[in-house]
């Protein structure tokens, strides 16, 4: 007798949209990268002291001239449709007029001008660079990096526009 040792076939994937992930949710911190979820691990408190404090110096100034509102937690923007991609943002500040564009109940489906990224020591250069190129392809006009383990932030104004500041800097 002899078996057959055939090799399965790979196993579909499924995708979901981003409605889906809205409306179900997902165990534990994800973001969905064309139409598949991917896992996150969960922040330092290190990290979340210093987003709160970015996101307040921004919401400060925001509040006093009335420009709109400023979001922190991970709040969900569209970056890509069918298959949906939605990504996660420490911080972002989106004016009136923009928030007066909004369609979607659930993950903002028009992009804020400013994003803030707050690096975690896992994080990859690469895959931030991917999310600010596609922070901007979605018409965000600013994102700054901030790399709490060189002291630095890094704001692209275009993805070929970047200023570095540093703990020095005024």
Excluded: C
Excluded at 57 to 70: P, S, Y
């Amino acid at each position: 007798m002899t078996l057959s040792m055939e090799a399965a076939p790979p196993a579909e994937k499924t995708l979901i949209t981003a409605e889906e992930l809205y409306t179900e949710g997902a165990p534990g911190r994800v973001e969905l990268v064309q139409g598949e979820i991917v896992s996150l691990s969960p922040t330092g408190y290190r990290h979340g002291r210093l987003e709160y404090k970015v996101a307040r110096i921004i919401d400060d100034f925001v509040q006093e001239k009335h420009l709109g509102e400023v979001l922190v937690g991970e709040a969900g923007l569209y970056t890509q449709r069918d298959p949906d991609t939605v990504r996660g943002m420490d911080a972002a500040f989106i004016s009136h007029e923009r928030l007066a564009q909004v369609k979607s109940s659930g993950f903002l489906d028009v992009a804020p001008e400013l994003i803030v990224e707050i690096m975690t020591p896992h994080d990859r250069w690469s895959e931030v660079l991917t999310k600010v190129a596609e922070y901007f392809a979605v018409d965000a006009r600013m994102i700054w990096v901030v790399d709490p383990q060189s002291r630095q932030i890094y704001v692209y104004r275009s993805l070929t526009d970047v200023t570095v500041l540093t703990a020095t800097d005024e």
